[in-house]
T-cell receptor, first 115, second 116 residues
């Protein structure tokens, strides 16, 4: 069975500082990997995804993530955070099943930005 | 592009009533839609997967007679919580994806359901 671990429940960073959110997955084959962001009381917005190819993936809002197969990781990074980045971030792993993916989500990391 | 609209955004109703939540893909055809439930400060739990024109596939532990899912067209899926009780209060989120294994899921803004 697939699983996702986000070790950090809550992270606080200063505005303008760099950010890295950790994600580790467990899956028997090459996974489909995703990062989503959720603002309070809202749905999820896709930041970026990895299916194959280049292991460094660029997403929206200046985010990027790197797939490291040897470490089973897909960490999310941003060189300089903005106050508007405060939200809950979810890493997810998907598996292909007749063309559909069933996503398994991590427990999320809440990001707080301080001035 | 890839906008998913979920309606209503919030519902408050009495115990015993049934509540219908709609999920629409506005600018793409969603061959598959997913329904999730999210408890406060927790992750999303997949409830069921629905494919257009066929019966939904429910995850283990999800009562199919309690949570009725209909996916009648390529742009609309509905979740009906039948005879809702306070323990059904939660945040329900739908997602939709287009045809093809490389299509990501796009999420609606969720529905906050409160049963009194």
């Amino acid at each position: 069975a697939q699983s996702v671990t986000q070790p950090d429940i809550h992270i606080t960073v200063s505005e303008g500082a760099s950010l890295e959110l950790r994600c580790n997955y467990s899956y028997g084959a090459t996974p489909y990997l995703f990062w989503y962001v959720q603002s309070p009381g809202q749905g999820l917005q896709l930041l970026l995804k990895y299916f194959s190819g280049d292991t460094l993936v660029q997403g929206i809002k200046g985010f990027e993530a790197e797939f490291k197969r040897s470490q089973s990781s897909f960490n999310l990074r941003k060189p300089s955070v903005h106050w508007s980045d405060a939200a809950e971030y979810f890493c997810a792993v998907g598996r292909a099943n007749f063309g559909n993916e069933k996503l398994t989500f991590g427990t999320g990391t809440r990001l707080t930005i301080i001035p | 592009g890839a906008v998913v609209s979920q309606h209503p955004s919030r519902v408050i109703c009495k115990s015993g009533t049934s509540v219908k939540i709609e999920c629409r893909s506005l600018d793409f055809q969603a061959t598959t839609m997913f329904w999730y439930r999210q408890f406060p400060k927790q992750s999303l739990m997949l409830m069921a997967t629905s494919n257009e024109g066929s019966k939904a596939t429910y995850e283990q532990g999800v009562e199919k007679d309690k949570f009725l899912i209909n996916h009648a067209s390529l742009t609309l899926s509905t979740l009906t919580v039948t005879s809702a009780h306070p323990e059904d209060s939660s945040f329900y989120i739908c997602s939709a994806k287009g045809q093809g294994s490389n299509q990501p899921q796009h999420f609606g803004d969720g529905t906050r359901l409160s049963i009194l």
